[in-house]
């Protein structure tokens, strides 16, 4: 794997999660009863930090949740096991809520149509709307974002990679060439 590019670097990671912010909220008209539910593993660390500048901003908590999807996966093949149920962690009952779900990287549509099935097992929220960092293209399902930081079309020889500090130890978002 040969780094191509660093597309977004610690600062101007910030200032696409701030943007992204102020977009959810205008578009919601405010904070009333958004839920923002992470998609493990990035998607949760940056699910809390729009999270935290929603509070900066608006002057509101909001509450942060995470979804494990593994279980709702579609290219997974058990052995005749039944697959575990997914892993929701929300102190709330997301009925009736707009959950804003959070990824790093929308590419083929499969990871958040798992994760919708995920949300929907747990609750059926009044809206689900979707913020990505990194939005490449090369959709499978017919799924797309409402909230993207920055759209870089991709070959599938390419791969994308954000790095949190939460995680990675710091921030980043790279193109590698596979």
Avoid: C, W
């Avoid at 670097?9 to 009333?32: F, M, S």
């Amino acid at each position: 794997m040969e780094l191509k590019a660093i597309l977004l670097d610690e600062k101007a990671l910030q200032r696409t999660l701030k943007r992204i912010t102020h977009e959810i909220i205008e578009r919601n008209k405010g904070t009333e009863d958004i839920v923002m539910v992470g998609i493990k593993r990035r998607g949760v660390p940056l699910a809390k930090r729009i999270a935290k500048q929603i509070e900066s901003i608006e002057g509101v908590q909001v509450t942060v949740g995470s979804v494990d999807i593994a279980p709702y996966r579609d290219d997974i093949v058990m052995s005749n096991k039944e697959m575990p149920k997914a892993e929701m962690v929300l102190d709330i009952d997301i009925s009736d809520k707009k959950v804003i779900l959070v990824d790093d990287v929308l590419y083929t549509g499969r990871t958040v149509r798992a994760a919708i099935d995920a949300l929907i097992d747990f609750g059926r929220p009044k809206m689900i709307q979707l913020a990505v960092i990194v939005d490449r293209g090369h959709r499978e399902i017919p799924i797309r974002a409402d909230f993207v930081g920055k759209n870089v079309p991709t070959s599938k020889e390419e791969l994308i990679l954000v790095k949190v500090s939460e995680i990675d130890e710091n921030d980043s978002v790279s193109i590698y060439e596979l």
